[in-house]
């Protein structure tokens, strides 16, 4: 930024604070550090959803970037190691699968670990696909370290990301930005003005009569959408009728049952899914559900009678619409976080789009408060990247067995994306795993939901036809597991890993 410019942008409004205020005031004053002035507006007085405690991998480019020692962050979110999401009851009742991160294996040659998989299996192997994932390896067993350097080794294969206390991150994050220049103002927004001519908006005033004007406005203001939707009527698109769940009730409890397991587990139920999230200090629980098929009182009441131990508090409700801001940037407001849309969190998205949002605002940071090319590319890039995450989140629902209740008869009736349906019907012809531009989801998460929900390919890759067979296929399966099973078994105990690098609260 030229100290010359003019029309640079010298000032920077962050309204709402939370996980995707703090994220954003912490990431700005990092790439900022001289120039420009950033200020959050916040008001203690109104509550921030906050339930919000799995990610998936990009989190850790997140902290690296900020130069956030990992031992550091977890001890002071109280977060644990998390390998990947456990589905239970998805595809039909009493049948499990995991959705691991990092790839399933290493190859063998030219054909992918899981065409060897589906030749073995045809001729009769009984090796489930989820042996063949080394994250899968370590979690089924509460296993943790960190993955080895040597991509010869299949204790390379896996990825991995944290569960932690979006409040405690948030104020971690809150001390690390005023650090480095951040001004937080406490107060409610009573007013947004916007410049008579251009239309932007100008400003905004605070219930006592304090005005606050900026270049540029970053709304983190949650559903309410207080500048993109309040003041600018950008307009919403609405998912419901592929995404039916439209309520949430969450509550902590004690930790118990299978204890500091590093992974996330959702729960199918009768209208919905339940969420299980263990942190160090308590687990995370929550049953997202339609409301067409569910009452809050009976949500409630399924919610507290599968927890793994004493609750915490009492249950919190919350409503939301799945779907997306028609535009993200509108004139000099960049939405972040729910004031940009909502993904329910089945695939621990909702932290991720915060830090993808982020990104995107410094890859095209405007050039003043009017930068129309920067804006139409972030909206084109943001809109796709919804677009990519919605279709896997469908994939989940669509794919179901299950007909024990409406929801579920529903979803596996209803017409989908042509998007999705595309990469369905390759993968039912002959496994094909499609790659789209922007997908957050890769390969081995797509094969995952695929197969654990029952979708078989009807044929392998022709190329196995010309290799060793199905049981060269077989072999290489059977010393793959037990290759991942060894590694496995010689990891420490997810909660002796946390305590040996000095991440235990």
């Not at 009730?249 to 500091?260: E, I, M, S």
């Not at 779907?323 to 960049?334: E, Q, S, Y």
């Amino acid at each position: 930024m030229s100290d010359t410019d003019a029309a640079a942008i010298r000032a920077i409004l962050i309204v709402g604070g939370g996980t995707a205020g703090w994220m954003t005031a912490a990431a700005l004053a990092h790439a900022l550090p001289r120039g420009c002035t950033i200020t959050l507006v916040e008001s203690d007085d109104i509550g921030t959803v906050g339930v919000g405690e799995a990610t998936i991998p990009p989190i850790k480019l997140f902290n690296d970037t900020l130069g956030i020692e990992e031992a550091e962050f977890l001890r002071e979110t109280k977060g644990t190691f998390k390998l990947g999401i456990e589905f239970v009851d998805w595809a039909k009742q009493g049948h499990r699968y995991f959705h691991p991160f990092g790839t399933f294996g290493k190859p063998f040659d030219l054909v992918a670990v899981h065409q060897h998989w589906l030749a073995a299996r045809a001729a009769g192997g009984r090796v489930p696909l989820d042996d063949l994932s080394m994250a899968w390896g370590a979690a089924k067993r509460g296993r943790f370290a960190a993955p080895m350097a040597d991509p010869r080794s299949v204790a390379s294969t896996f990825d991995y990301a944290y569960h932690f206390d979006a409040g405690l991150y948030a104020r971690f994050l809150r001390r690390y930005a005023e650090a480095r220049g951040v001004i937080r103002v406490e107060g409610r927004i009573a007013d947004v003005a916007r410049d008579g001519t251009s239309g932007d908006v100008a400003g905004v005033t605070l219930d006592g009569g304090r005005r606050l004007a900026a270049d540029l406005f970053v709304d983190c203001s949650g559903f309410r959408g207080l500048l993109i939707e309040g003041a600018l009527a950008t307009g919403y698109e609405d998912w419901t009728h592929w995404l039916p769940c439209d309520r949430a009730v969450a509550v902590p409890c004690v930790t118990g049952g299978d204890g500091l397991t590093p992974y996330t587990r959702s729960t199918a139920r009768g209208a919905g899914w339940q969420w299980r999230i263990p942190l160090q200090h308590r687990t995370g629980n929550g049953y997202v559900y339609c409301s067409r098929h569910l009452s809050d009182d009976e949500a409630a009441a399924t919610l507290m009678a599968n927890l793994d131990g004493e609750a915490l508090a009492e249950p919190r409700h919350l409503r939301f619409t799945t779907g997306r801001r028609r535009l993200f940037w509108n004139r000099n407001v960049v939405a972040i976080g729910l004031a940009s849309g909502f993904m329910e969190p089945l695939e621990s998205t909702s932290i991720h789009l915060i830090q993808a949002g982020i990104a995107k605002l410094l890859a095209y940071f405007p050039r003043g408060r009017s930068d129309p090319l920067a804006a139409a590319e972030y909206n084109r890039v943001a809109i796709t990247e919804y677009e990519r995450i919605r279709d896997f989140l469908i994939l989940h629902y669509k794919l179901t067995a299950r007909d024990d209740a409406p929801l579920w008869r529903e979803c596996a009736a209803m017409p989908i994306p042509d998007t999705l349906a595309l990469k369905i019907a390759h993968f039912r012809e002959a496994g094909r795993l499609l790659a789209r531009d922007m997908d957050l989801f890769g390969p081995a998460s797509w094969l995952a939901v695929h197969i654990g929900q029952f979708n078989i390919p009807a044929a392998v890759d022709p190329l196995l036809g010309y290799g060793g067979g199905a049981a060269a296929s077989a072999t290489f399966v059977d010393r793959l597991a037990g290759a991942i099973a060894g590694m496995a078994e010689s990891m420490p105990t997810h909660a002796a890993y946390l305590k040996r690098i000095g991440a235990a609260a």
